[in-house]
């Protein structure tokens, strides 16, 4: 009965987390392509992170925001 009840638990708790990163995963999803798409529509892709390159889609030339 004991060890029912342990291997219960261990379920619902796996099944839990795996829920949690199932729909984690998806909100990450989500934000990544709908910040390309906004970026998409001025021709480049940037992410919120300003201290890398960018990438201009309609020349193919790269830039630092410093530039």
């Known amino acids: ?3 029912l009840i342990k291997q219960l638990t261990f ?4 099944k839990t987390l795996l829920l949690l990163f199932v729909g984690y995963f998806l909100f990450l999803l989500n934000n ?3 910040t390309m ?9 940037q992410f919120h992170n ?3 390159r960018i990438i ?4 193919g030339a790269t830039q630092h925001p410093d530039d």
Request: no cysteine; net charge positive; proline share 0%.
């Open 1 to 3: 009965m004991l060890k």
């Open 11 to 14: 379920n619902i708790v796996f």
């Open 32 to 34: 990544i392509a709908m």
């Open 37 to 45: 798409r906004i970026n998409s529509e001025v021709g480049r892709y």
């Open 50 to 52: 300003d201290r890398y």
């Open 56 to 59: 201009d889609t309609k020349t």
